[in-house]
């Protein structure tokens, strides 16, 4: 039976859905010795590469399914490499033996928190997809006066440059008041760039901080410090993926030789 090439490829842990999709546009795909196009579908023979090199069968077939949930730093990118040479949010994860790590959405550089990681780009791409509504939830501290009526807006709906949107909840936070800045708890099922930070910004008020702490059924794990990651164990991979509608896979988990939490030291 054939399925789309970017399924194929996302199942392989090459990239997620979307970025596969601009790999065949840049033509560094190619089926059988053609240059691939969108829209193509191939079949368990197909011969696959990827800038030249072969996927091969066992490629195709995908990596075990591995989830990383890390604590993003301030100052890190969600890129693999920046020309501005700033850390990447990549530099700090375990190696792995067949496919890549692939970040479930992003977070800017100054936002921290939880980023999750996961070998399987039809798993990265599920979650990311807005027909799943994941919940994300943020601490965040806002400078200025927080008003009934800013919280009413800002959960009945504003109008954006890109469109309308709200958050779903917003709940003081444990934080307290900090002189000028007061803490809260926003859940919002969308992933659109900097949103949380221009919600409230069109109130006229300044985010001061802003940290992650739930993408969908996971959340930030306690006593996890900034730049450390956890492995997400089977029977968390296995929720995960069934949030989303894709079966669990024998596979799922650790491999137990990264089981450790990565670097202890701050940022």
Known sequence: MSEKLQKVLARAG?????????????????VDGRAATLGDRVDADARITVDGRPLGRRGAEGPRRRVIAYYKPAGEVTTRSDPEG????????????????????RLDVETLGL???????????????????????????????VTPAVLERLAGGVELDDGEARFESVTPGSGGAEGANEWYHVVLRRGRRREVRRLWESQGLTVSR??????????????????????????????????????????????????????????
């Open 14 to 30: 090459v990239g997620s859905r979307r970025e596969m999709e601009r790999w065949i546009a840049d033509g560094r795909i190619k």
């Open 86 to 105: 700033r850390p990447t949010v990549f530099s700090r994860l375990p190696p792995v033996e067949k496919g890549r790590w692939i970040a479930v959405g």
């Open 115 to 145: 980023l999750l990681f996961t070998t399987d780009g039809e798993l990265a791409n599920r979650l990311m997809h807005p027909a799943y509504e994941l919940p994300r939830e943020y601490a965040v501290r806002v400078f200025g006066e």
């Open 210 to 267: 802003l940290i992650r702490i739930r993408y969908g059924r996971v959340s930030l794990p306690k006593g996890l410090h900034r730049g450390q990651y956890r492995e997400l164990s089977a029977r968390e991979v296995g929720a995960l993926a069934a949030a989303v509608d894709l079966p669990a896979s024998p596979g799922d988990g650790p491999n137990p030789r990264h089981r450790r939490r990565g670097p202890q030291r701050r940022r």
